[in-house]
């Protein structure tokens, strides 16, 4: 079975840290596409970060560039998301989605990064984790 499980939410105040970590599990040998999204109620779920594995290309939202940084442990499947300079706006859901398809070339590669994983149909999503920021 496929599981992909965050954890590291919590309430911070602004200006705080936290990093996030997903674990995937299960039958897959490599998950090579992977990203964060997150969601508030009543909005659509955003792309926030996201790493193409194998090559290290990594993408973010423009909100969070320069304060949040997305890695990747292959060794033991593990995604993280470290978050620095927390602002309220930051406040949601957090969730991991993971794709393995491989995908040929920088091309296709570069664009499913660009896409925070969605482009293809192999996309499995973790049931999220909470980020609460007070100013």
């Known amino acids: 079975q496929v599981r992909l499980v965050e954890s590291g939410g919590d309430s911070v105040q602004a200006g705080g840290s936290l990093k996030l970590s997903c674990v995937a599990s299960?039958?897959?040998?490599?998950?090579?596409?992977m990203a964060w999204f997150r969601q508030v109620p009543g909005k659509e779920r955003e792309g926030v970060a996201a790493?193409?594995?194998?090559?290290?290309?990594?993408m973010y939202t423009e909100s969070v560039k320069g304060r949040f940084t997305i890695s990747h442990d292959s060794a033991n499947n593990t995604l993280f998301l470290e978050m620095n300079s927390l602002e309220p706006e930051d406040t949601a859901m957090y969730y991991c989605?993971?794709?393995?398809?491989?995908?040929?070339?920088?091309?296709?590669?570069?664009?499913?990064?660009?896409?925070?994983?969605?482009?293809?149909?192999?996309?499995?999503w973790g049931l999220g984790t909470q980020v609460t920021v007070s100013s």
């Open positions: 299960g039958y897959i040998f490599r998950w090579n596409c």
């Open positions: 989605a993971a794709d393995p398809t491989r995908l040929p070339g920088v091309g296709r590669r570069d664009a499913a990064v660009r896409n925070y994983c969605t482009g293809g149909s192999s996309l499995r």
């Open positions: 790493i193409y594995t194998v090559t290290g290309s990594v």
